[in-house]
C-alpha cells in the first residue's frame, strides 16, 4: 500500500502550482537551455575600407606589395612561396629600384627556403636567383654572401638527398657571381666558409668529410648512402670543379696561365733552366708595358716618417686581435714559398682522396660513350669532361708547381690516363650533330694532351744535362705521347675532323691547352713525330690571321723556341735550328713578322709590342738564325710600315704613324729595332745596303719635325758607331 500511496503524490506533484514567496524569482528548471552569447570583434586593419592606402606603392597585378611578398614567402603552403617568387620577379621588373632600397631583408628571406622541403619552391627560387644575381653589382652582393652560404651550407648536409643535390647548383650559381667568399679558407684546417663547403662537397660525392690530416690514407667518413642518379652526379661534379677553379684562382694558381687575355706564362719551360731565376729573367723579356706592375716611387722632398712602412702606426682606429695577428704573419718570399707548399701538399691529399671516384667515374661512362655503337649521352660525355677537368685542376697544380712531385702523384695520373688511353682520340658518331657533344669532346681531348704532357715533363729528362737518376717512361707512356702527337699534327693543320664534320678554326683557350703538349713532345725524344708537330706548329703560326685570338699566343711561344739558344742558363733539349726543314721554317716565320706588324696596325698595341721585343732581344743576341738573307728580308718588309707609295695617292704614312701619341714607348721601341736592324746589316757587307738604305730614308721621312726625331738620331748613332 505505500508504494501505491507513494505514486499517487508523485503523479499529482506534476500538476501542482508551486506558490511563490516574496521577493524570489522562479525556480529554474533543471533541463533548461542557455541561449546566451558572447561576441568577439575581429580588427582587420589592413582591409578596413577607413584606411587610405599609398597608391603611389608599386605592386602586382595582385595587388601585392614588396612586404606582402615577403611575409608570404613564411607561409607552410609550397604553392603560396612559389606565387610570391614569381611575383617577386614581376614586381621587380618593373621597379627594379626596390632591390637595393631592400636588398638585405630580400636576401635574408630568400636564403631561408634554399633548403626547403619542396623541390617546386626550390626549383623556382633558383631560376629567380638565375634571374636577380647577374643584374645586381659584386660590390652589392658581397656583403651579403655570408647569409647565402649559411643557408646553403646547411643545405648540402640536409638528410633529404634532392635537398643536397639542389644545394649543389646553388654553389654552383653563387660561385658564378661571387667566388671569392665562398673558397675564403677552402685549405684552412679551421673552420671556415670554404672548408664546411668543400666537406659538404665531399660528403655528397661520397669520398669523406675527413680524410686524416695531410698524410696517411683517406678516411671516409661521409653518412651520404645514397646512389645519385647520373644527373645529379654530374650537377655535383661540374660544381666542384668550379669550385676548384675559383679557389685555385684565387691563389693565383695554374688557372691564370690559361686567360688568353693574358701574356703567354710559359711555366712548362721551367725545369729546362738550371735555376728558377734563369727562367724568370727569360720570361721577363716577354712581359709588356702594359702588363708591368707600377714602379713604387720614392718622394726625397718629403720627410721620413718615424714609422716607415707599418700600417698598424699610420691607423687612427683602433685595430682588433684578428687584425694585429694578420699584419704580424710573416711575408715574403719565404712566406708565399711555404704557402705554395702547403698548398701542393693539400691539393696532393686532395687528389689521393678523390682518385678512387675519379677512376669510378671514367669505367662507369668510358664504355658507354666511347663504344663504337655509342648514342652518345650528354649526361655520360659531360660527365666524363667533368671529372677530367677536376684531374687538371689537381694534378696540374701539385705537378706543374711543386719542385719534387710526389710519387703517389704521378703514380695516381698515369693510372687516370691508363684507363682513358685505349679510347683517345675520343671521337664522336657520324651520326652526332649535337654542338655541345662535339664541345665536349674537344675539351675531353685536350684534357687528355694537358695532362699526358704533364706525366711526360716529370717522368723524361728535359734537359740535355741532368745529374743523378731520372724515372725511366714505361712503353705505355712512349705510345701515349705517340697518340698524343698524331692528335695535336692533325689538330694544328685543321685535320682533325673526328669530333665535328666541319673543320673550324681554333680557339684561343684550345690553342693555350695544347702549348704544354707541344713543348713537351718537342723537347723529349719519346715520339718520331716530334718534326712533324713542330712543322704543324709553325705552319699554323704562319697561316693563322693576324686578326685571329690565337696569333699572339702563337707569336709568343714561337718566339720563346728562338730565342732559348741565345739563353747561357738553357739546358733543355730542343734546339731552333737542330735541321735544315726546320731552320727554313723559322727564318720563314721571322721574315713574316712585318707583315703582321702592318696588318695588325695600331688596333692591338700589345701583338705589336711582342713582335718589337722578340724581334730587339734576337738581332741584339745575334741568333745563329738571323742571317744576311733574313736581314734583308726583314729591312724591305719594314719599309711600308713607315711609309708606302700608292698607285694614285702617292707617298702614303704607314701604321707607324697611326701608333697614338700616348704610347711614345711603342714608337721608340720600333725605332730601337729599326736602328738594330741597320747595325747588323752594316755588318753583313754591301750586299744588303740598298734594302737598308730604303729603310734608313723611310724612317727619315717619317720622323722629321717629330719628337720622335731626336730620339732617332741618337739611336742610330749609337748602333753605327759600334757596327
Known sequence: MPKSSKKRKDKAADFAKAKLKLGKEKKAPSNVIDTSFKARSIALPTQSIAVNK???????????????????????????????????????????????????????????????????????????????????????????????????????????????????????????????????????????????ILEGYLGNMNAGTKYGGSEGPAK??????????????????????????????????????????????????????????????????????????????????????????????????????????????????????????????????????????????????????????????????????????????????????????????LSELETLLGYMAPYFPFTLSSKSRDMKLVQSFQDLNLIYCELTSLLVLRLTPTTSIKPGRSLKPSNTLTMQVSAVSGYITEFLRGQNTSTSQIPHSIQANAYLALL????????????????????ALLDHANKTSSKSSTKRIAIEFVARLLLLDTEAQYRGIFRAGSTDQARQHFESWIINLP??????????????????????????????????????????????????????????????????????YLRRLCLDVVATLLGCGGRCGADISEACGGLLNAVGSVVADTVEEGYWAHVYMAVSSTS
Open 54 to 196: 599609398d597608391e603611389s606603392t608599386p605592386t602586382t597585378k595582385r595587388k601585392l606589395t614588396l612586404d606582402d611578398l615577403l611575409s608570404q614567402m613564411k607561409h607552410y603552403s609550397p604553392s603560396v612561396k612559389k606565387e610570391a617568387l614569381l611575383g617577386l620577379t614581376e614586381l621587380l621588373e618593373a621597379h627594379w629600384n626596390l632591390v637595393r632600397q631592400n636588398l638585405s631583408q630580400l636576401m635574408n628571406q630568400l636564403a631561408r627556403i634554399i633548403g626547403d622541403e619542396d623541390a617546386g619552391v626550390r626549383k623556382q627560387l633558383l631560376t629567380f636567383f638565375s634571374w636577380m644575381l647577374p643584374r645586381i653589382s659584386k660590390e652589392d652582393l658581397l656583403p651579403h654572401a655570408s647569409t647565402l652560404m649559411l643557408f646553403t651550407a646547411s643545405a648540402q648536409t640536409h638528410i633529404f638527398p634532392e635537398i643536397r643535390i639542389d644545394a649543389v647548383r646553388f654553389l654552383a650559381l653563387f660561385l658564378e657571381y661571387i667566388p671569392e667568399p665562398l673558397v675564403e679558407g677552402w685549405t684552412s684546417t679551421g673552420s671556415s666558409h670554404g672548408k664546411r
Open 516 to 535: 704544354p703538349s707541344v713543348w713537351a713532345i718537342i723537347n723529349t725524344d719519346l715520339s718520331s713525330h716530334t718534326s712533324d708537330v713542330l712543322q
Open 220 to 409: 671516409a667518413t661521409s653518412t651520404s648512402s645514397v646512389i645519385l642518379s647520373p644527373a645529379s652526379k654530374l650537377a655535383v661534379l661540374q660544381s666542384f670543379s668550379a669550385f676548384l677553379r675559383a679557389g685555385l684562382s684565387n691563389k693565383d694558381s695554374s688557372i691564370t696561365r690559361t686567360d688568353p687575355e693574358r701574356p703567354l706564362q710559359a711555366w712548362f719551360m721551367s725545369k729546362s733552366f738550371l735555376t728558377p731565376k734563369a727562367f724568370e729573367d727569360f720570361e721577363s723579356i716577354f712581359i709588356t708595358s702594359s702588363s708591368r706592375s707600377t714602379a713604387k716611387s720614392l718622394d726625397w722632398d718629403r720627410p721620413e716618417e718615424t714609422y716607415g712602412n707599418y700600417r698598424l702606426a699610420e691607423m687612427d682606429v683602433p685595430w682588433t686581435m684578428q687584425e694585429v695577428e694578420e699584419i704580424s704573419m710573416p711575408s715574403g718570399s719565404s712566406s708565399e714559398s711555404s704557402s705554395e707548399k702547403s698548398l701542393s701538399i693539400f691539393l696532393s691529399h686532395l687528389s689521393h682522396t678523390l682518385h678512387p671516384l675519379l677512376i669510378s667515374t671514367i669505367l662507369d661512362c668510358a664504355p658507354s660513350v666511347f663504344s663504337p655503337d655509342a648514342k652518345g649521352s650528354e649526361t655520360e660525355a659531360s660527365m666524363m669532361v667533368a671529372v677530367s677537368q677536376i684531374a687538371s685542376l689537381l694534378y696540374g697544380t701539385v705537378l706543374g708547381d711543386a719542385e719534387a712531385a710526389p710519387t703517389h702523384s
Open 595 to 664: 707583315q703582321v706588324l702592318w696588318e695588325t696596325g695600331s688596333s692591338d698595341p700589345m701583338t705589336t709590342e711582342v713582335i718589337l721585343r722578340f724581334l730587339l732581344r734576337l738581332l741584339q743576341r745575334r741568333s745563329s738564325l738571323v742571317q744576311s738573307q733574313v736581314i734583308s728580308a726583314l729591312a724591305l718588309r719594314l719599309v711600308p710600315y713607315f711609309s708606302f707609295t700608292h698607285p694614285v695617292r702617292g707617298q702614303l704614312p704607314g701604321p707607324y704613324c697611326k701608333i697614338p701619341a700616348t704610347r711614345t
